[in-house]
């Protein structure tokens, strides 16, 4: 079981990133994933989820109307597209697949998320 982030990076506020996590190792058409970032200093969070069905997706209040979560079965990967960046949105992203009953619930619960990605850095600048 893996995933694997890419994407990353540096840009100027306003800006726009598309972060990828591509699932290997399992069938992931049967499996919640989700983004989370990790600011330093502070606990991880659930930025975006999405069920195994596509049928629930879940938004942190931050990024709502910013922030886009969508997948791709037949490539076995999950998309974070983010526009109108903010300085706040720094921090290091990961890629989470397998939340609990396969929800957008464990979105609000990073502890309990099965399987994680290695992370990939996204730095704001004002």
């Known amino acids: 079981v893996q995933l694997v982030e890419s994407g990353g990076g540096s840009v100027q506020a306003g800006g726009s990133l598309r972060l990828s996590c591509h699932a290997s190792?399992?069938?992931?058409?049967?499996?919640?994933f989700g983004w989370f970032r990790q600011a330093e200093g502070k606990e991880r969070e659930g930025v975006a989820c999405i069920s195994a069905a596509d049928s629930q997706v879940y938004y942190h209040d931050s990024v709502k109307g910013r922030f886009t979560i969508s997948r791709d079965h037949a490539e076995s990967t999950v998309y974070l597209q983010m526009t109108s960046l903010k300085p706040e949105d720094t921090a290091v992203y990961y890629c989470?697949?397998?939340?609990?009953?396969?929800?957008?619930?464990?979105?609000?619960?990073?502890?309990?998320?099965?399987?994680w990605g290695q992370g990939t850095q996204v730095s704001i600048s004002s």
């Open positions: 989470g697949a397998d939340l609990p009953e396969q929800g957008v619930g464990g979105c609000r619960h990073p502890a309990d998320v099965g399987t």
């Open positions: 190792g399992f069938n992931d058409d049967d499996y919640a």
